[in-house]
């Protein structure tokens, strides 16, 4: 069962940034925790960032290390992912689910995610 809805997807110029946000229907209780995902046209989904709800521990990947940025809003349900010096190899469609802490494994099903295409 889809349990988040992604948006704030759009089209931008390198270099620019966007802003994602991923609500979940229910309350995501701490200790919980969430992960960003994207997949690019003809190539398999990736992981993007991930971290645990409530806590301190945070991951991004190498590719995206100092541009993009994982974030909570607990009061609103809200998980983030603020993207910033975008390039051409950033375009993709970006999904956010709940996975198994420590690990990138998605513990809900993927739900439409929020398109992201960025041009030169």
């Known amino acids: 069962q889809v349990q988040q809805v992604e948006s704030g997807g759009g089209s931008v110029q390198a270099g620019g940034s966007l802003r994602l946000s991923c609500v979940s229907r229910?309350?995501?209780?701490?200790?919980?925790?969430m992960g960003w995902f994207r997949q690019a046209p003809g190539k398999e989904r990736e992981p993007v960032a991930r971290m645990n709800i409530g806590g301190p521990s945070k991951v991004v990947v190498d590719s995206v290390k100092g541009r993009f940025t994982i974030s909570e809003d607990n009061a609103e349900n809200t998980v983030f992912l603020q993207m910033n010096n975008l390039t051409r190899e950033d375009t993709a469609v970006y999904y956010c689910?709940?996975?198994?802490?420590?690990?990138?494994?998605?513990?809900?099903?993927w739900g439409q995610g929020t398109q992201v295409t960025v041009s030169s």
């Open positions: 689910v709940l996975v198994s802490c420590g690990t990138w494994r998605p513990r809900t099903a």
């Open positions: 229910i309350k995501i209780a701490y200790g919980n925790c």
